[in-house]
Nanobody, 123 residues
Framework: QVQLVESGGGLVQAGGSLRLSCAAS????????MGWFRQAPGKEREFVAA????????GYGDSLKGRFTISRDNAKNTVYLQMNSLKPEDTAVYYC????????????????WGQGTQVTVSS
């Protein structure tokens, strides 16, 4: 079992930056691919980024690459999402998720989810 706890959300002005963290419990973090998703009010959950178990392979949602960067530190059981040049349309609850020996842009591929952290970007 993996338990995930996100942090780092908050209120930021457009053009600003935030770094989200997702801390995982357990000793098997390095066997899980990790993903970030977001959900805005009234919208479906959207893929943001994913990273393989080793961290060597990453993927991003459309239009996010170049502004968002996913990374992980397996020694700290933590995955990060660096978000730069934030826009009001980035406002959402951001969730991290874990998939055993896998990573994907599909939310259904992930078996463990955090509770989410709110990101609000003001114009």
């Amino acid at each position: 079992q993996v338990q995930l706890v996100e942090s780092g959300g908050g209120l930021v002005q457009a053009g600003g930056s935030l770094r989200l963290s997702c801390a995982a419990s357990g000793r098997t973090f390095s066997t899980y691919g990790m993903g970030w998703f977001r959900q805005a009010p009234g919208k479906e959950r959207e893929f943001v980024a994913a990273i393989s178990e080793s961290g060597f392979i990453t993927g991003y949602g459309d239009s996010l690459k170049g502004r968002f960067t996913i990374s992980r530190d397996n020694a700290k059981n933590t995955v990060y999402l660096q978000m730069n040049s934030l826009k009001p349309e980035d406002t959402a609850v951001y969730y991290c998720a874990a998939a055993y020996y896998s990573y994907s842009d599909r939310s259904g591929a992930y078996s463990h989810w955090g509770q989410g952290t709110q990101v609000t970007v003001s114009s």
